[in-house]
């Protein structure tokens, strides 16, 4: 069974920054692609990056795309959102998936707030 622990969350100015890590284990890491979701209070889960199996395709979406960058380590088990000039609005829970062929992992939110 895959576990998926994410942390890195945390407090922080506007304009400050932070990097959240999603890291597995009990499978092979290579063999999924690796999403980044937020959830704000009153809103839905959405995704804000993406990366492939090898980290040769990334996917920033809007409004994060030239602030946040997503990376990822397969010889250390880890995925990576690096999170620049954060601000309010990116206040949410933050959550890592696994994706493979016909199944998924979620990892435990992780909580980012950043003050105004």
């Known amino acids: 069974q895959v576990q998926v622990m994410v942390s890195g969350g945390g407090l922080v100015q506007a304009g400050g920054s932070l990097r959240l890590s999603c890291a597995a284990s009990?499978?092979?890491?290579?063999?999924?692609?690796v999403g980044w979701y937020r959830q704000a209070v009153g809103m839905q889960r959405v995704l804000v990056a993406a990366i492939s199996t090898t980290g040769g395709s990334t996917s920033v979406k809007d409004p994060v795309k030239d602030r946040f960058t997503i990376s990822r380590d397969n010889a250390k088990n880890t995925a990576y959102l690096q999170m620049n000039d954060l601000k309010p609005e990116d206040t949410a829970v933050y959550y890592c998936r696994l994706n493979g062929d016909n199944v998924h992992y979620w990892g435990q939110g992780t909580q980012v707030t950043v003050s105004s």
């Open positions: 009990g499978g092979d890491f290579s063999d999924f692609a």
